[in-house]
């Protein structure tokens, strides 16, 4: 990292409430988790007292196994956010310029900046068609947070071979991706895939998440993976949480079908509603006032995320996808706000 980078860059905002008399709509994860996992973590404890294998190739096959790669191609990381870290790290160097998506998630530009680089903002539905010679690495979201769209998937393969040919590493986001049936782009030459296991799973505590490359990328990542950089239960409960294919199927159905249904409901009650492939709607409030919206719904027991610290959004809140009951309860306290 950049030492002068170091003292200026300061930290993003971010949704998600401790509170337990708050019904959470701000955090983008899953409101279940697999049957099981509770029992995995306590057994995780006398595991715990000695090192874990190194590298964990358990875990790794378990990730390997869900995004259809080999292996060996798998890094461990504690999240996909440090998944992110270790490939701009890989990639960028001080001076650097780096393509990045907007809106989107704000931690790309912060790691970005941490290396003494400078972010490019690309809106997030051009940035398959910016000149990759032109940066040291590309990033994209898919999906978009906070839009919630996917990007074509020929476009994007396409894109990828255009990065290789300018020998421009792809960082791919697919934090979200799991909630979707489409393929991961885990394992294509010349792109490292971020993924995470908070937000499908419901376990944003756990730390738990990968990176996924191949050739000198896969090489290079793997030398700078500290040792031991995810604990025994998240080594232990993430395996366990990988091999949960009902749950993982179950989970696409409900937010495929409560994501539309409330769609409906919110645009009924005025919102325009993005759409999305996510977990999450992206609603432009229109003629009401965002901190108007936020405090309805925060004097309902309800919280939003507020869009607007994304980057070029300013009449905007986003809202998770929960349960059947939780989603009528939003949908009510919006269309009173």
């Not at 990292?1 to 337990?20: K, N, Q, T, W």
């Not at 690495?137 to 020929?154: A, S």
């Not at 993005?274 to 409030?285: E, G, I, K, M, Y």
Request: charged letters at 30%; one cysteine or more.
């Amino acid at each position: 990292m950049d030492p002068d980078a170091l003292r200026e860059v300061g930290r993003e905002p971010h949704g998600s409430s401790d509170d337990p008399d708050v019904l959470d709509f701000s955090a983008n994860t899953n409101p279940e988790v697999p049957d099981g996992a509770h029992a995995v973590y306590r057994d995780a404890f006398e595991r715990a007292r000695t090192y874990p294998a190194e590298p964990p190739t358990d875990y790794r096959a378990a990730a390997a196994e869900f995004v259809d790669c080999a292996p060996e191609r798998v890094i461990p990381a504690p999240g996909g956010l440090a998944a992110i870290r270790l490939a701009v790290e890989a990639a960028v160097s001080a001076g650097d310029s780096v393509a990045v998506p907007a809106p989107s998630f704000a931690e790309y530009a912060r790691e970005v900046r941490l290396q003494g680089a400078t972010p490019e903002f690309v809106a997030h539905d051009s940035i398959l068609g910016v000149d990759p010679a032109e940066y040291a690495l590309v990033v994209v979201c898919d999906p978009n947070n906070p839009t919630g769209e996917c990007y074509d998937r020929e476009r994007l393969r396409a894109f990828a071979a255009d990065c290789r040919a300018a020998g421009t590493p792809l960082l791919v986001d697919e934090a979200f991706l799991g909630f979707t049936d489409r393929a991961s782009l885990a394992g294509t030459p010349g792109v490292v895939v971020a993924r995470s296991l908070t937000k499908l799973f419901g376990l944003p505590g756990l730390r738990a998440g990968y990176a996924v490359a191949t050739g000198d990328l896969r090489d290079e990542l793997g030398a700078a993976r500290r040792t031991w950089n995810l604990g025994r239960p998240a080594l232990d409960v993430g395996a366990f949480c990988l091999r949960q294919r009902e749950f993982v199927a179950a989970t696409r159905a409900r937010v495929t079908t409560e994501r539309d249904r409330l769609a409906d409901r919110l645009a009924d009650a005025g919102y325009d509603v993005h759409p999305s492939d996510a977990p999450f709607l992206l609603l432009d409030v229109g003629a009401r006032d965002v901190d108007a919206v936020l405090a309805g719904a925060r004097e309902r027991g309800i919280e939003l995320r507020d869009a607007r610290t994304f980057r070029g959004l300013d009449a905007h809140v986003r809202v998770a996808i929960r349960r059947p009951d939780e989603n009528d309860r939003l949908a009510e306290a919006l269309a009173d706000v």
